[in-house]
């Protein structure tokens, strides 16, 4: 199998090697693991790509690069660029360092990674590492994804379907704030919305006297509803969560109808 991972965190960040070592199970001896990964930070930047400029893309080693765009920007280099000559069988991306549960799905550049994946046809799954107080302090807080990552993604694709609609189907993950031994196993969960959670801003004056706004996140301990997928991370479970492209409210199609004329 071959295998391209990216992420959001950047080329250099520790949730890259963990999904590196978590491809490499999955690979197999016979496979090959190859990055196309920001050359620098990238959260927050959702599904972006880099239309109306070019990015630079360096060789840093064997099957390993880093390209000064997004992670959709770097799936796109990867797929038609660097593993042109045979596309890649699987799209990773991650580990993200905090959890893309809930509303924060949707900004995430980690999940952006994922879903241009799946629409270039291939499939593709995001995983996060929730962070909190029991994993925080760990010497390697990641040690939740890495214990039950491959493990998680081999489960995934022997239950995807093999074709799943004009928009593929790919697969937002997440590993509780727990060290690996207390994961008490996976749930199928819907996404979620923490109550009363928002982003918003900071503001701050530089010393020449000009005002800046810091982007800040909520409380990411605020638990949503049943069944979804922060209330059951923070029960102890890896969350899995089949996403679509699709932005269509389907439930109202009908409620609407009277704008039909």
């Avoid at 965190?9 to 001896?29: C, E, N, R, V």
């Avoid at 939740?144 to 928009?167: C, F, K, M, N, Q």
């Avoid at 982007?215 to 997928?229: E, L, S």
Wanted: glycine letters at 10%; one cysteine or more; charged letters at 15%.
């Amino acid at each position: 199998m071959r295998i391209l991972i990216t992420n959001d965190d950047g080329i250099a960040a520790p949730g890259l090697k963990t999904l590196h070592a978590i491809a490499s199970q999955i690979a197999g001896q016979d496979g090959e693991v190859w990055t196309v990964a920001p050359a620098f930070e990238q959260s927050g930047v959702g599904h972006c790509i880099s239309y109306t400029h070019p990015m630079m893309i360096s060789k840093l080693g064997p099957r390993r690069f880093a390209a000064e765009g997004s992670p959709a920007d770097c799936v796109l280099a990867g797929v038609h660029d660097v593993m042109a000559d045979a596309v890649p069988d699987l799209i990773l991306s991650g580990v993200n360092r905090g959890n893309n549960s809930a509303e924060n799905a949707l900004y995430s550049g980690t999940l952006g990674g994922a879903m241009e994946g799946a629409l270039q046809g291939i499939p593709a799954i995001a995983l996060s590492q929730y962070f909190g107080p029991a994993n925080a302090t760990l010497n390697d807080p990641f040690e939740a994804a890495l214990a039950h990552g491959a493990d998680t993604v081999r489960r995934i694709l022997e239950a995807a379907p093999a074709h799943s609609g004009d928009y593929h189907l790919f697969y937002n993950v997440n590993f509780p704030p727990l060290p690996a031994a207390d994961v008490k196993g996976t749930r199928l969960s819907k996404q979620g919305r923490r109550p009363n959670v928002r982003f918003s801003t900071e503001p701050h004056e530089a010393p020449s006297g000009r005002k800046f706004v810091w982007i800040k996140g909520g409380n990411q301990q605020v638990n949503t509803a049943p069944g979804t997928d922060a209330y059951d991370n923070l029960d102890g479970y890896i969350s899995v969560t089949p996403m679509r492209a699709d932005l269509t409210a389907h439930d109202m199609m009908d409620r609407l109808g009277a704008l039909n004329t």
